[in-house]
């Protein structure tokens, strides 16, 4: 599975962003889909995690409320609506996917991943 975010951008704060993860291959929905997020000089860290079937939905507690992942299969595409915006979300915003059978297990943590997307920016002004 091949992944390809975008949808990043300079917004202010307050504001919103659609980021999208277009998938290549034929086994996107096998896979749980997460999204992670990595400031300079900071670690990655784990952003929202979505289920294979798009019943388990699960976030970190600093985007509780504000973000929400979705995806749509037969699109093969992975979504995450940011709202509320705030200067700390400001980084570069990853996708990951990873083959499970496993429909329910949630996965927080990058080494849980296989597969990533090449990142895309997103800058919050105040």
């Known amino acids: 599975v091949q992944l390809q975010a975008s949808g990043g951008g300079l917004v202010q704060a307050g504001g919103s962003l659609r980021l999208s993860c277009a998938a290549s291959?034929?086994?996107?929905?096998?896979?749980?889909m997460g999204w992670f997020r990595q400031a300079p000089g900071k670690e990655r860290e784990f952003v929202a995690h979505i289920s294979r079937s798009g019943s388990r939905l699960y976030y970190a507690d600093s985007v509780k409320g504000r973000f929400t992942i979705s995806r749509d299969n037969a699109k093969n595409a992975v979504y995450l609506q940011m709202n509320s915006l705030k200067p700390e979300d400001t980084a570069t915003y990853y996708c990951?996917?990873?083959?499970?059978?496993?429909?329910?297990?949630?996965?927080?943590?990058?080494?849980?991943?296989?597969?990533w997307g090449q990142g895309t920016q997103v800058t919050v002004s105040s």
């Open positions: 990951a996917g990873v083959q499970t059978i496993l429909t329910d297990v949630i996965k927080t943590r990058p080494d849980e991943y296989t597969y």
């Open positions: 291959g034929r086994t996107f929905s096998r896979c749980a």
